[in-house]
């Protein structure tokens, strides 16, 4: 059973300048994975400098998520009685095809053939940025153990950091960190990767590190960087745009991602010059709502200011999140949200929630979670709060389906055919009030 421990101990007990350790990325579990083109091990990256800076040992990359070269990442369904998986019972029961997203186990054995030299590490530090995704990193630990019998594997990132005692009873690793590395100052090192590097990179708005990765990112060929941030404008924009200005005139086909973190609230006249900036290629907005309900006039006010700063709204460049799956929402609330960004925005983009272990969803609902047979079942895209909103999960399903067709470009414009006119409230109307009526998968149609 693996011990719990600090990373300051980690280090100070248990690595050596003389240790060769390899740092893995794991594929990933699940019944789909909507961002799989952005997945980047970027704690792994700023670990592996800062091991050879502060320690001095010798560190490498196995990154099961690597993009292929044409940019995409391979699955697989998983085999035998993993194929899929039946959530719930009753009329909230729904069938899920399971996946493999990311390279097979036989990377591990492929690595080490492609090694210079036979010294194998002598210890593996494997991540995760997700806790339900806990099944991949399991299995990645029983095989490294059948490779490297004497290695010392470490459980690092969010899953033992979050749910500690879950990671010493699921996986057969030695160590498993609870706290993290101090690793925010320092940049992230694209060379692990050899050669051939990711077609992006991901980066966080730390100014003098962000400005230092778009550099090495750009030397090595990359000019696609999507930003991490669970607050991207909390200080106003300042890094945001000391980044995109010292870093522009690199190449001129940087583009830079928002694909989180931005709040349509914090949109000001001086952050919308920012995010006008040509370098951005798009921007998503997180909900803001209040009791459920999407704020209208703070994305109004958002657009206003954007609009002036010279964007083009709508446009396939922004977009807004609608969350679905939170616990006690309904679906007619639902559906207002999607009409409200639809009506606002021109596009929006169905957000599925879980709680985040330790946080005030995962407290208040702690009971009905803790019914849930497999924590690998927190997934969003099993809706774990189904039962407790009364809501099928086809119904769900059919929310997204519904959204495919609401957000259906013609000539570039979403629903427009619609709008100012009588067939856009007589469907929203017909949506919140008699659709629903019909039966559990009212709005189904041919997948």
């Not at 153990?145 to 500690?164: A, S, T």
């Not at 809706?383 to 099928?392: D, H, S, V, W």
Request: net charge positive; with cysteine; proline share 7%.
């Amino acid at each position: 059973m693996a011990k719990t421990l600090t990373a300051k101990m980690l280090l100070a007990r248990y690595v050596r300048r003389s240790d060769r350790v390899l740092l893995v990325n794991p594929p990933v579990h699940d019944a789909r994975y909507a961002w799989i083109h952005w997945n980047q091990p970027l704690d792994l990256l700023k670990i592996g400098p800062f091991l050879k800076k502060e320690i001095g040992c010798t560190v490498a990359l196995l990154d099961f998520m690597k993009p292929e070269k044409g940019g995409d990442v391979p699955q697989q369904r998983l085999p035998g009685d993993r194929q899929s998986r039946t959530i719930g019972e009753g009329q909230f029961a729904e069938r899920y095809p399971t996946w493999r997203f990311g390279h097979d186990y036989e990377e591990i054995p492929k690595w080490i053939a492609a090694q210079k030299t036979r010294e194998h590490p002598t210890q593996v530090w494997i991540t995760s940025l997700c806790s339900y995704w806990f099944q991949s990193i399991a299995q990645v630990c029983v095989r490294l153990r059948q490779h490297f019998r004497d290695v010392q594997i470490v459980l690092i990132g969010n899953y033992p950091r979050m749910i500690p005692d879950h990671a010493v009873e699921q996986c057969p690793a030695d160590l498993a960190v609870t706290r993290p590395l101090p690793i925010d100052g320092i940049p992230m090192d694209l060379g692990l990767y050899g050669k051939a590097c990711p077609p992006f990179a991901a980066i966080m708005p730390h100014t003098k590190c962000a400005v230092a990765e778009v550099r090495a990112a750009v030397s090595r060929g990359v000019t696609d960087f999507a930003f991490f941030s669970e607050d991207l404008l909390s200080d106003g924009g300042q890094a945001l745009w000391e980044i995109v200005r010292k870093t522009e005139h690199l190449h001129r086909h940087i583009k830079y991602h928002v694909i989180c973190g931005l709040y349509p609230q914090l949109i000001t006249p001086k952050t919308a010059k920012i995010l006008a900036h040509k370098r951005f290629a798009d921007l998503h907005f997180e909900e803001t709502s209040t009791n459920y309900a999407v704020d209208v006039p703070v994305y109004e006010a958002a657009i206003t200011y954007l609009r002036e700063a010279g964007l083009t709204i709508p446009s396939r460049a922004v977009s807004g999140f609608v969350w679905i799956g939170r616990p006690r929402e309904t679906l007619e609330t639902i559906i207002q949200n999607m009409i409200a960004l639809l009506r606002a925005l021109g596009t929006f983009i169905l957000k599925p929630f879980t709680p985040t272990p330790g946080s005030p969803e995962h407290s208040q609902n702690a009971d009905y979670l803790a019914r849930i047979p497999s924590h690998e079942d927190w997934s969003p895209h099993l809706f774990p709060f189904a039962e407790l909103n009364g809501i099928a999960r086809a119904d769900y399903h059919d929310l997204y389906r519904l959204a495919a067709f609401l957000n259906d470009k013609v000539r570039g414009q979403s629903f427009d055919f619609l709008a100012g006119t009588l067939g856009l409230d007589f469907l929203k109307s017909s949506l919140q009030r008699e659709v629903w009526r019909i039966g559990s998968t009212a709005l189904r149609t041919t997948d």
